[in-house]
């Protein structure tokens, strides 16, 4: 059986043209995908349990679903504080069963951009957004920045579907329409084949950005040197912008997690601001996980924060910096967490892991990772977008449905879990309304 | 006059290919409709690495210039 147009769950891109050969419901090649898209399909056996793994009394034992859930619940019941974390590799439907908890829990939720775009999600809430989509991008921009990513290595398919290759309406001849500027602390992949490359000095983009907002702005340059580059070539590429078309810059962790981190972006989102005062310019995130874009939405819509959000006094509080889920695991404020489709014990900071495996808390994710193994109740899932269905939103904030491949009936999906340990919860309200005086 | 034109023989490393697609795409002898199909003919994205179904290189070295990993040879 052929399976076409399947959107891959990797990165960010999604990208929705790959056509999948299964046999006998064993996947047997994947066509239109990278190698990083094409191994999450062929190798989606590796690193699987079929059944929730309980620790109890030091030992770990495999448990049937319903008892695994039941003492899930139990567990959330009596913790005092409790954190929700991860939902960047999961569909907008479980993540929203997620908000729901975390509200009836009064507890704390964070997504996987508390560690990744955090800075950058402050940003556009201070300065804006002037975003475009990637359709935009293929058919009309003539200039693409990539400023602290790389995206061949993280994202190949980016250039070739979306920025520097494609043939689009008014870049009908394709790479020979554009120009690539690269801008990065070393000579990455996608420096290499860039028209200009900048090598910059680490934590030095404030002082880069305010340089071309001056020039743009009127005012000369008395330096040498700004951040390691020449005064001429910074004047070079401030033309470069000036005179194209259309132009998009994206942006990754090297930007956003250097020194100043949401001031640099805010700096980056002000110099797009100033360039559209001479042609039409765009700003983007690149996103890692394929749904943490999905994550910021869904938190968005149901609490009105897009990441660190804070039920404990009943209604939502937001103040990254103090909710966000490495700073209440570092204080000690939680008893319990729910930790769902997402590694922070692989990731965390030393004292917010410290913490967290200092306290039970229950990990659902499709794969066996290094935050399984230390869980007290791990509970496995199907992967979304090869055995389930759901919905995830590409880097560009456009929902996608993503397609169910093959079949797993031994499995239930994130957003069935999560509506029992929901729905369960609901069940024992009196308990919960007792114990917070409602 | 019949005018022929000599064949290359492209070859893979797939250690070294990361599957981007930049030499499908930038490939002059590879149509738009085809690649917006998804239905490549001549080369296409096989499990993560670029796979060369048929004979079709005019050396032209475009590929060579943007494979980011230096994964293909043209002889």
Known sequence: MIVTDVVCPFCGCLCDDLVIEVD???????????????????????????KPIIKENGEKKEVDFDYAIDKAVKLLKNSTRCLLYGFSSTSNEAIEYGVKIAELLRGYIDNTSTVCHGPSVVSYQTVGYPSCTLGDVKNRADLIIYWGCNPLNAHPRHLSRYTLYPR?????????????????????????????????????????????????????????????????????????????RYGVLFFGMGLTQTYGRDRTIDNAISLVIDLNRYTKFSIMMMRGHYNVTGSNQVFAWLSGF?????????????????????????????????????????????????????????????????????????????IVGVEVEGTAYRMDNIPIRLRKVIENEDLPSDEEVLKEIYERLIEDEIVIKERYSI | MVLCMKLYDVYIDEEKCIGCGNCIVCCPEIDLEEIESGYLTKMELKNGIIAIKKKFCTGCGNCLKFCPRNAITIR
């Open chain 1, 24 to 50: 006998n419901n064993e996947i047997k090649t994947v066509r239109n995908a990278c190698r990083l898209g094409a191994s999450k399909f062929l190798k989606h056996k590796k690193n699987r349990k079929k």
């Open chain 1, 168 to 244: 689009g309406l008014f870049t009908e001849r394709g790479f020979l329409d554009r120009k690539l500027i690269v801008i990065d602390v070393r000579e990455t992949d996608t420096a290499k084949i860039a028209t200009k490359f900048l090598r910059i000095e680490p934590n030095k983009d404030y002082e880069l950005v305010s340089a071309m907002r001056s020039i743009l702005n009127g005012l000369d340059i008395q330096q040498d040197t700004i951040a390691g580059i020449k005064r001429d070539e910074i004047y070079e590429i401030v033309d470069m912008m000036k005179s194209c």
């Open chain 1, 306 to 382: 897009p990441y660190a959000v804070d039920f404990t006094r009943g209604y939502p509080r937001y103040n990254p910096g103090e909710t966000s889920a490495v700073d209440v695991l570092s204080n000690k404020e939680v008893d319990s967490a729910l930790i769902i489709a997402a590694d922070p014990v692989s990731n965390f900071p030393k004292e917010a892991i410290r913490h967290l495996l200092s306290i039970p808390y229950i990990n659902v994710d499709p794969f066996y990772n290094l935050s399984s193994k230390y869980a007290k109740i791990y509970i496995p899932t199907k």
